[in-house]
């Protein structure tokens, strides 16, 4: 391992859960009834004698997932026991892997460029759900519900490449990105967690582990906060020690839970019940060719297209918008294209709490006002006024601007009409910006645009305006 160099060494274990329809080993499936222990069998209860069947599906989606990552892919995919006796595992073992992962050096790209090492990719079955009715702490009993026990889980563990609370935030948010763009994760339903390692050099990179960190935030309040409590404590002349702690939301802090183990602890064996299955180059292939263009690649793309990368992005980070971006450029000026999907359009989503993929908006809806607004048949301010119609229920924009009489007022004289009007009933208006006051010019150009209810382009008016004051 490199030397440490940096004040702040942060590594991440990430458990995201699969999409696939049923578990790792049984046919149960992932979702449905929340009644607890309704969704289980004596494979997922891990009765004596049941036998696991491997789900191919699941294997595919974590292959998906190494190649997203560029990992070097193990030939063989093999399963180990990880011993452990805690009643979130009823067999007292947790089917996962240990010797050989599935995808092992791989990298993930930061939004700023920087590459973090990816040292494994594994997959592995998600233990039972344990419920302390009285909080983690203080709970005198603990609830077991196996319903998502046995749910397939690819685990993503980072080199200790972080330095920052906000670098392991910004590295949640691009794995989920590329989850979401290989469809192998429910965003809206699924689980994924993380655990984070960090250290502090005051301490001679002593590290402390925090489990089941849940949401970008989080993440970043949970290390923050565990970063200020380690240099607190070197300050006061106390040793930190090897440990897992646990992250309280509600209160915003850490709170120790056990001595640290050690992988060796758990006491890994080759599980006999589930045989080396070959992973072979037909097979990568044939899962390559229905990989989609990631958001990297999207990224590089739109940026060529003359798309601002701020823009680009933003675009190329939500799959949905990316798709529909592109449709629309295909007819649109892509500058035009991307100022308002990445503006407008999220500007509007974001005001009625929709997501894209909800919203019955189209491309073709998008490309039929843009073309408008290209061809300055309306104006940006009527166009905004129809993109927040449109999102609520869409409807045909040719027909509806012409219906509502909406097009552009671009005849000169008709301009120059309602400027005259303008100046003449606003004299001190007009005193007031001779005497050096710009915003009394805004004015003069508002009211102009109230009386062509905004179907004016305001340079024009403020071109007509000036000449005429002058």
């Excluded at 939301?249 to 599980?271: A, P, Q, V, W």
């Excluded at 005001?351 to 104006?379: D, F, G, N, P, W």
């Excluded at 120059?416 to 009933?425: G, N, V």
């Amino acid at each position: 391992m490199k030397p440490f160099t940096s004040d702040v060494v942060i590594g991440i274990e990430c458990h995201a859960e699969l999409s696939a329809k049923t578990k790792l080993f049984c046919g149960c499936p992932t979702k449905g009834s929340e009644e607890p222990n309704s969704r289980t069998c004596e494979i997922c209860l891990g009765m004596p004698g049941s036998k696991p069947v491997l789900n191919k599906k699941a294997v595919e989606f974590a292959l998906k997932l190494c190649l997203a990552l560029n990992c070097e892919i193990s030939p063989e995919l093999i399963f180990s026991r990880k011993s452990y006796f805690y009643p979130d595992m009823a067999k007292n073992y947790q089917i996962s892997q240990y010797e050989i992962p599935l995808g092992r050096n791989g990298k993930l790209r930061l939004k700023d460029g920087k590459e973090i090492g990816i040292t494994r990719v594994h997959m592995e079955e998600d233990p039972a759900s344990l419920v302390h009715p009285a909080g983690l702490k203080d709970s005198q009993y603990v609830l077991v519900d196996y319903n998502r026990s046995g749910n397939p889980l690819a685990e993503i563990v980072t080199e200790p490449d972080l330095e920052s609370a906000d670098e392991a935030r910004n590295f949640m948010k691009q794995l989920i990105t590329v989850l979401n763009y290989l469809e192998i994760f429910d965003i809206n339903s699924g689980i994924i967690k993380a655990d984070a390692n960090i250290s502090i050099r005051e301490s001679g990179y002593t590290r402390v582990e925090i489990k089941n960190i849940t949401g970008f935030k989080e993440i970043e309040r949970a290390l923050s906060y565990e970063i200020s409590r380690q240099k607190q404590e070197v300050r006061a002349g106390k040793a930190i020690h090897q440990e897992t702690r646990s992250w309280d939301s509600e209160r915003g802090i850490t709170f120790s839970l056990r001595k640290k183990e050690t992988e060796e602890d758990y006491g890994y064996i080759i599980d006999a019940d589930l045989t080396a299955i070959d992973i072979s180059e037909n097979w990568l292939k044939e899962i390559k060719r229905h990989m989609p263009e990631l958001a990297q690649d999207k990224l590089k793309k739109f940026v060529g297209m003359g798309v601002k990368k701020d823009d680009a992005e933003i675009i190329a980070a939500d799959k949905f918008l990316a798709a529909m971006f592109e449709k629309v450029a295909e007819e649109i000026d892509p500058v035009l294209a991307a100022k308002w999907l990445r503006r407008e359009l999220l500007r509007v989503l974001n005001y009625s709490k929709k997501e894209l993929h909800e919203a019955e908006i189209t491309e073709k809806h998008m490309i039929q006002l843009l073309r408008l607004v290209e061809s300055r048949k309306i104006t940006d301010n009527v166009a905004s006024k129809i993109l927040e119609k449109l999102v609520e229920k869409p409807f045909d924009v040719k027909e509806y601007v012409k219906k509502e009489k909406l097009g552009a007022v671009s005849d000169a004289s008709e301009l120059e009409k309602y400027c005259k009007e303008a100046i003449e009933e606003n004299p001190k208006a007009v005193e007031d910006y001779k005497k050096g006051e710009a915003k009394a010019l805004n004015f003069i150009v508002g009211k102009i645009m109230q009386k062509t209810k905004g179907k004016a382009a305001p340079k024009e008016v403020n071109e007509i305006v000036l000449r005429m004051i002058k």
